[in-house]
């Protein structure tokens, strides 16, 4: 099939996608595919199972729009619902983590420099800076992209999968990839690309070791690497299979050092990527993985968590960077020098909690909902897991001698290594694994592969035969565009970026000025049950809005639900003061868009004023943008 004919398969994939995201589709669909787990999962592995099936560049389109659509539904659930999350407020706006890297990135964007908490993992806010400078700031393009760049990199390791194992591993492979990733649609949080990134690393590993192409091999470690810097995990991966690279299939300490020099070239070079974003990008005292302090010590303490040091040394935890994480490993280094037990209970409690049946172990990714009890339908799945899980490890001591089991044993004896320094009490629901969550579900694929050819059934023949080819170049230039966009774009962005001159506002007394843009898809507005037309980003029916905020039943939340209707909840990066802050703005009509500079008094309730709260006095437009609101 020519380049003409996949492009036009992948324009209408594409289509598809644009049009969940852009029709306001039932809620039931989007938060269905967001939270449920009973009918999403068989639904998607037959449909999916049978699209990896359909041959030639329009089969492979079939495949590639239901990705597309499957990956953006879990967004569009929560522009229908605005519900509001740990990371985000009425379906869209970022809150605690999510919200400094947004604002990290919305100052990339005008030309300043990324805060010491982002510098940590410099790559999502550059990824990020990328996206809204492309769609003009416009916060829900931004996410939309975002999300369409996981469902690209995940169908693409998935199809890997599919073309060695059959339709259904790969299936297997891309369903709990997109179970993984429905609960960071719609945030900034850093998951979505070290899952991105991850899943083209594992998808080059893959195709290299059946292929045998070095250089393939050294491009997915490349990639793995990469996706490691954009979301910190289980690092010791990289040394093992920088270890297998060496000794695969090779004899002579002279071809396995150079072929281990190869790999540690590939891994510095993603490292050296990464290392250059933090000097160019960050502000003075900015360091690349400063939190692993944090949990450096709390496995010291014998793995009390991450938060352990707040009590231990709460002088030290306040202190700015580069002291901070210095004087932190220092305290973590001593105690495991004067009570290496405690080092070992640590590691010991992390095993055990890795392997935790529950929605806190390995498999409890599965889970995506807010409650804090692991339901029955997810017991079921993770037990499920575990057993595909061990029957892919026979499979895997059956077949010892193909490149791939290699691949696998080496990479999963280095993710084991990595749980005491990844502990899941700080994982978050195998969140801090984003970058090796394609290694981990392929071992349940590769579970359902050896299962079904050892029941020989004629009517799984064709689910398990190995599938057509995907065009390698596919691969290679995808793997291409989302590194480069990660790792150059945002200096070009902060190169080309022409900082506002714009002074505050005068305001009057017990108010605040504030300057910022405001862009298209960056605003929440609530408005009442009655009113007309469809609830669909922006607009926020007033009781979904309730019902969304009081879910995590904190005060922030509730507070924002007791707000008179119809508001508009606008965050703004001042650009004088450099903060971002939260601006309401009564009334039925959204804030205008452009360069705005504004006069707000401060809510003082309980839960919003200590949050920069502020209601919005007075809107003055600066410099209007084109186009709708």
Not at 87 to 108: E, F, H, I, K, N
Not at 286 to 306: H, I, P, S
Not at 314 to 338: C, F, G, H, N
Not at 391 to 400: P, Q
């Amino acid at each position: 099939m020519s380049w003409l004919s996949w492009l036009a398969g992948m324009s209408a994939a594409l289509a598809a996608a644009v049009w969940v995201l852009t029709t306001p589709l039932p809620r039931v669909v989007g938060l269905s595919a967001r939270y449920d787990l009973t009918l999403v999962v068989p639904a998607a592995l037959i449909l999916l199972t049978l699209a990896f099936r359909l041959r030639g560049g329009w089969g492979q389109s079939a495949a590639l729009g239901l990705t597309l659509v499957l990956f953006c539904l879990p967004l569009a659930g929560l522009w229908a619902s605005g519900a509001s999350e740990s990371y985000t407020v009425g379906g869209l706006l970022p809150y605690s983590d999510a919200q400094v890297y947004y604002r990290d990135a919305l100052r990339v964007t005008e030309g300043d420099l990324l805060s010491s908490f982002s510098a940590r993992r410099p790559l999502f806010p550059a990824f990020l800076a990328g996206a809204l400078a492309l769609s003009g700031r416009n916060l829900q393009a931004a996410l939309a992209l975002t999300a369409l760049v996981t469902a690209v990199s995940c169908w693409l390791a998935a199809r890997e999968m599919a073309r060695t194992h059959g339709s259904l591993a790969g299936a297997v492979v891309l369903v709990g990839l997109f179970l993984f990733s429905r609960r960071f649609t719609g945030t900034t949080m850093t998951e979505s690309l070290g899952l991105a990134l991850g899943a083209l690393g594992w998808g080059l590993l893959w195709r290299g070791a059946a292929e045998g192409r070095l250089w393939t091999i050294a491009a997915g470690l490349a990639l793995s690497a990469l996706a490691l810097n954009a979301r910190a995990g289980a690092f010791f991966t990289l040394a093992l299979w920088v270890v297998w690279l060496g000794v695969w299939g090779v004899k002579g300490w002279p071809r396995i050092l150079g072929r281990a020099a190869l790999g540690l070239a590939a891994v510095g070079l993603a490292f050296g990527a990464n290392l250059l974003l933090v000097k160019t990008l960050s502000a003075p005292g900015g360091v690349a993985f400063a939190n692993f302090a944090d949990t450096l010590y709390g496995l010291a303490a014998g793995g009390k968590g991450w938060q352990q040091i707040e009590a231990d040394a709460p002088q030290v935890a306040k202190l700015d960077e580069p002291q901070r994480s210095q004087e932190i490993y220092a305290l973590a280094l001593e105690r495991m020098r004067t009570r290496p037990q405690d080092t070992l209970t640590g590691a010991l409690r992390a095993w055990g909690d890795f392997f935790r049946p529950d929605r806190e172990g390995v498999f409890g990714f599965v889970d995506s909902q807010l409650n804090l009890e692991t339901r029955l339908s997810v017991r079921v799945m993770i037990w499920g897991l575990y057993a595909l899980s061990a029957a892919g490890l026979w499979g895997m001591i059956r077949r010892r001698r193909e490149a791939w089991v290699g691949l696998l044993a080496f990479g999963l004896a280095g993710l084991l290594l990595s749980v005491p320094f990844v502990p899941p009490v700080d994982a978050g629901r195998m969140r801090a694994y984003a970058a090796s969550l394609p290694l981990l579900v392929t071992l349940p694929a590769l579970g359902v592969w050896e299962v079904g050819t050892r029941l020989r059934l004629k009517v799984l023949d064709g689910w398990l035969a190995a599938e057509a080819d995907t065009p390698r170049g596919l691969l290679w230039g995808w793997a291409g565009v989302v590194s480069a966009w990660s790792c150059v774009g945002a200096l070009a962005v902060f190169a080309l970026a022409q900082p506002s001159t714009a002074a505050a506002p005068q305001c009057a007394q017990g108010e605040k000025g504030f300057v910022f843009h405001h862009a298209a898809g960056s605003t929440v507005q609530v408005i009442a049950d009655e009113a007309a037309g469809a609830a669909w980003l922006p607009r926020v029916h007033e009781s979904l809005f309730e019902r969304g905020s009081r879910t995590l039943a904190t005060d922030f939340y509730g507070d924002l639900a007791e707000l008179p209707v119809p508001f508009s909840l606008v965050q703004a990066n001042d650009l004088n003061r450099g903060g971002m802050v939260w601006l309401v703005v009564t009334g039925e009509d959204l804030p205008p868009r452009g360069l705005a500079a504004v006069c707000a008094a401060k809510i003082n309730t309980p839960g919003l004023g200590w949050r920069n709260f502020y209601t919005v006095r007075r809107w003055e437009v600066l410099a209007p943008d084109g186009g709708g609101q």
